[in-house]
């Protein structure tokens, strides 16, 4: 039977041709058919630890396993009846099928090499392309190597990037997963990796490299503390594999400081209300026990509410902070309020962003014009990665707090 194209990969006890023995060997076809996969039984070698420890082939695994040599003639009919071979780092596999007397005359396609190039490391010391892993290959082009280091799985992510070489397809950017909420993206990432977890770092638009909203493994939406993030859109995916990804948001703020704040206060004063009805119980605690207990357990609970409370109030603040960049700006001047008669500002929202005031420089910067006699007097209002910037004329009136 004729193949157009036969992808192989070898997984040996080493990596000497000369001394190392074949483990398992795998190829397929174009279309990603199975032509062989096989364990093999070395004849000569009882361990390998070192490679054992890589690609997890066990002597156990193979001990009733037949030698490679027995699959000679079938892989030899196989690669002769290629158009073309192709493998990952071909000089390793080529090694190994001289050893074994395996005799072909089919074109060699190493898409190592190709690779290199595509990636486009230069080696000052070698004056060549600095070699890649097959992992960072499919790294690049966003392919999810499940089982690395087992040859049929190695085959198929070869088979993968190879056509995108081909094709000449650019690095994986997880286009598809912009402008959808980072649940939505859970949803299909998890299917890409056989629903294991995914190292996700989440960073609200604009942010720096650490500042970021989550980092670390999820498996669950329970792993995500703050669960307004799963309705977040997505607005940028950094280069990255399916399992492992950085995503821009937007803003999960959106003016809500000041009832968090009053949430605070009120939680603070049921605290403090409760500790004094648990002081004057303590002196009588032994004739009032279970008053005592059960006042004691509520300041419990009320103080871990508390520091709940604190806690995303902190990221209010963090966020407030930052004033992230946002993808689109609106500018309502006092006059465009007084016809549509809606209020220049919201004090609710107002407040939240009090100490966002932006300069006549800061204005220049974000490239809107500012008419003479105007001063830029502005807060920032934020709706889903949307950024209202208000300002009013100097003669305007009184500038509101």
Request: proline share 2%; glycine share 4%.
């Amino acid at each position: 039977m004729k193949y157009e194209k036969v992808v192989l990969d070898f997984e040996t006890t080493g990596l000497s041709s000369k001394y190392d023995e074949i483990l398992q060997v795998s190829a397929i076809d174009q279309d990603g058919n199975v032509l062989i996969n096989e364990y093999c039984k070395p004849k000569s070698i009882s361990t390998w630890e070192e490679a054992e420890a890589i690609h997890k082939i066990s002597p156990a695994m193979v001990f009733d396993k037949k030698p490679f040599e027995d699959y000679v003639e079938i892989l030899t009919d196989i690669l002769t009846n290629a158009a073309e071979i192709i493998i990952y780092n071909a000089d390793f596999e080529v090694g190994f099928l001289k050893k074994y007397g395996v005799k072909f005359n089919t074109k060699i396609y190493d898409l190592m090499y190709e690779f290199a190039e595509i990636y486009g490391q230069w080696n000052e010391y070698y004056g060549n392309y600095t070699w890649k892993s097959l992992e960072d290959c499919c790294l690049y082009y966003g392919y999810y190597l499940d089982n690395a280091h087992n040859s049929l799985a190695d085959c198929k992510a070869t088979l993968y990037c190879y056509n995108k070489v081909i094709n000449k397809e650019d690095r994986y950017d997880g286009k598809e997963y912009i402008r959808k909420t980072v649940k939505e993206f859970l949803d299909e990432a998890w299917v890409k990796v056989n629903n294991k977890s995914i190292t996700l770092r989440i960073y609200p638009i604009g942010a720096k490299r650490k500042d970021w909203y989550f980092n670390g493994e999820i498996k669950s939406y329970d792993d995500i503390k703050h669960k307004e993030l799963l309705d977040c859109k997505i607005h940028e995916v950094s280069y990255t594999a399916p399992r492992y990804l950085s995503i821009y948001v937007d803003s999960f703020l959106q003016g809500d400081y000041d009832l968090l704040q009053k949430e605070v206060e009120k939680l603070k004063k049921q605290n403090s209300e409760l500790e004094e009805e648990t002081k004057k119980l303590r002196n009588a605690r032994y004739e009032n026990y279970k008053l005592y207990t059960e006042a004691n357990e509520k300041v419990v609970k009320l103080e871990k509410k508390i520091n709940k409370m604190k806690e995303k109030l902190g990221l209010v603040l963090k966020e407030k902070k930052k004033v992230p960049v946002f993808n689109s700006y609106g500018f309502y001047t006092a006059e465009y309020c007084r016809t549509t008669k809606k209020p220049m500002i919201q004090p609710s929202e107002y407040r939240a962003f009090k100490d966002v005031l932006l300069s006549q420089t800061r204005c220049k910067e974000i490239k809107k014009p500012v008419r003479e006699g105007e001063e830029i007097y502005a807060f920032l209002r934020v709706r889903n990665g949307y950024c209202a910037l208000y300002y009013r004329n100097v003669k305007g009136g009184n500038k509101d707090d």
